[in-house]
């Protein structure tokens, strides 16, 4: 128990995300390429649900929209309620789950986006498109939509993962 204890933690460190700002795009944005995702009625679907849930409250452990969800819950639901497929629970076992590391200028929707400090994962959101991409961010937040050129998840973007092949 103590283990999942201390890999569910990652998602709920509040010093890990900084305070909700305007989801505007940030100064000096990149120009995002849109990358066709493999499977667009699948991808679709993830995005369509991800951003429906977008105002749900954040919640250490949670992993429904009643209950409320931390980074790695709100994947795993989203991924489960609308294709059925099963990820692992913590951002740090997404990252390792098996799928090609994408390059953040080929991001397509629907790919999981990793951040953290070094070589640790910390936190997972999904890409939606045009540098953006929904995550559960912290406690005392909500589920919300947020910029990649934003300068901290510049600052500790660790990667991307493939899952929709």
């Known amino acids: 128990m103590t283990a999942l204890a201390v890999a569910l933690s990652a998602c709920g460190r509040p010093d890990v995300r900084p305070t909700p700002q305007a989801s505007s795009t940030p100064p000096g944005a990149r120009t995002w390429t849109p990358v066709a995702p493999a499977d667009p009625a699948a991808a679709n679907a993830v995005l369509m649900r991800a951003i429906s849930l977008v105002g749900t409250p954040y919640r250490y452990g949670g992993n429904t929209p009643e209950g409320g969800f931390d980074c790695s819950g709100?994947?795993?639901?989203?991924?489960?309620?609308?294709?059925?497929?099963?990820?692992?629970?913590?951002?740090?076992e997404l990252y390792a789950y098996q799928g090609p590391k994408i390059d953040p200028?080929?991001?397509?929707?629907?790919?999981?986006?990793?951040?953290?400090?070094g070589a640790a994962v910390t936190h997972v959101g999904?890409?939606?498109?045009?540098?953006?991409?929904v995550h559960a961010p912290s406690t005392g937040g909500t589920v919300r939509l947020d910029h990649l050129d934003g300068s901290y998840w510049q600052r500790t973007y660790t990667g991307s993962r493939r899952v929709l092949h």
């Open 74 to 92: 709100l994947v795993n639901y989203v991924f489960r309620d609308m294709l059925d497929l099963r990820l692992p629970r913590t951002s740090r």
């Open 105 to 117: 200028g080929r991001l397509a929707p629907g790919d999981l986006v990793f951040f953290g400090s």
């Open 126 to 133: 999904i890409y939606v498109g045009e540098g953006r991409f």
